[in-house]
């Protein structure tokens, strides 16, 4: 029984390379004041338009899950509930701050001790308004909020696009000020094409999880990908990146390779991975040969596999079709339902994980629910764990392999005694969402 799964293809030297390439801007714009920066979030980002006036995009998200990746987010973590942030506080808000505090950076480079612009991109959870709010206390740096509606019908209706579409551009003029540099709009039409290649490509990516077997996992590699996919985008570098992982994934298609030696089972992951033990988490399904053919974490910057794209003949409106609509974190709970449903039908999934993550309210309120619903209601093998997404005080090792080790145990033997499974209740369906 493989123990261990760990591929390294040049799509992971690449992306490697790319992340330090951005730090390494970062560290130039912290010496030099140029390129400008922006501290912005990574649900509904709108990163082509800050291409569109040069600025590099700096994700505190992104940040905070690298520390914990690398076994640093503890002591950030201290130093903010030294000062006053409570326990149950956000552990990337507490992570973030602390580092800022501390000048704490994941690679050990500089990072802009006050970015041009802290944007706060608000959609879906309300813990980004105080979060930026602090960041923009802390470095002294403008503070710019976009209020996103929440997603309450299954598409957004035609004012609340507008009313993103006049806020972002009240922040063109805004960064026009702030960059002193006039906005260029055929810059961001290029900016929002590009985006549509990335988004394109990675569709096609997300995709080839449904060939068994899966030639990527769509959780655990996904979250490699993620990072060139929030900050490079809207380049001609996203384009080139994610059309070489898609060569280089198809190949592996093509010659039938998957994750492990033999593919035996298939799953869809729900919610964020505990980065504090992102390795140590992922043996425990490489033990059983387990692969993630879809995460609904894999779309918190954007929803794309079911069709969306950014569209350079309408960039504000469809930059704010995004922001609203295409990331999980600004959808209901119904919506989520329905994403992993087709997960499980379209993608050929065995089962569903629930990762209950202690610090986010947004992706674990209600968890408990699904759990009942996939379970109960549909029949479908469900397993829920709980740990935590940055802080390592919360990740239980014996437990929570104790109880992945019996899920698949009780997976193995329902899928060698079919009769075994759990009949879906009649009458049981997916949520019906009213029309805008
Ligand atoms: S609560 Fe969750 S969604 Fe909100 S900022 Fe924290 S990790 Fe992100």
Redesign the pocket.
Known sequence: MAEKSEYRGNIHQRQKQLMLDWYARLEQAAEGGEPKTCSL???GNCVELLEAFGIVPIYP?VN?LQLAIRHQSLDPILAAEEMGYAADN????KADIGCLLKGITPTGTRLPEKPTLVLCNFV?????LK?FEHVAKFTGAPLYVIDVPFLRTAEPSKEDVAYVVKQLQELVALLEKLTGRKFDPDRFRHAVECSARSEELWSRIKHLAKVTPSPFDAYFDAITLMGPLYVYRATQEGVDFFAQALAELEAKRFAGEGIYERERFRLVMEG?PPYPYFRTFRDMFAKWQATAVASTYST?GGLWEFGFRHDPAQPFESVAMHMIAQNV?NRNMLQRYDQMQRYMEEWKADGVIIHF?K??????AGQGDMRDYFSKQLGVPTLYIESD??DPRYFAEAQTRNRIDAFFEALEHSKAHPRAKAEPKKGAQLCVLPQA
């Open positions: 979030m990574v649900s998200e905070a956000c552990a990337y808000v879906g959870c309300n813990t980004y979060w964020p918190v974190t993550v610090s986010c309210r947004l992706f674990s997404l940055e």
